[in-house]
């Protein structure tokens, strides 16, 4: 089975990827990202209805095939998505949709993140600074630009409609 990076697939890794559980492809969240996962999985027929599994505040199923290529997209991330294309906006939303958020000063943050991560933001033109055990976005408005229409449970963020009203930039 040869299986080809979408957008929608990195959207999907990149939400599994800090959220992961340890049976099958799953991740573990709450009830927004166990609905989101499963509805995005489904959707793309990476698996059926009959073979989802879930438990406790887990979501999985199996296919070797997936987790071997998602494993191979984790392990080249800084190689598959050096570019600002529509494939690492959408990686970059699935991770912003898993872990990101936005705090009451406005600051955009990724948690549960690594020194991939941070270079991957570096090689993008985002930049970020660890802040505690996260890394906060040094351009956010430039960040929440670039993964907008590919976030989806900040997507009614106000702070997606500033940059909206504001054509994105620093």
Known sequence: MKIKLTPELSYIIGFWR???TFEGIGIKGDSTHLEIFSKEVLDKGLTTPDKLLSEDAR???FHTAYRKFFQDVEAEQLER??????YAAS???????????IDERGIVYLEKTNKQDEMLLLRLG?????QKDRLAIEKPRAFLAFVKNYVKIFAGHRA????KNNGGGK
């Open 126 to 130: 985002f930049g970020s600074r660890w």
């Open 81 to 86: 998505f050096r570019y600002l294309n529509e």
């Open 59 to 61: 979501v999985w199923f």
């Open 160 to 163: 997606f409609d500033y940059v």
């Open 18 to 20: 800090k959220r992961r």
């Open 91 to 101: 990686y970059l939303g699935g991770i912003f949709d898993s872990v990101g958020g």
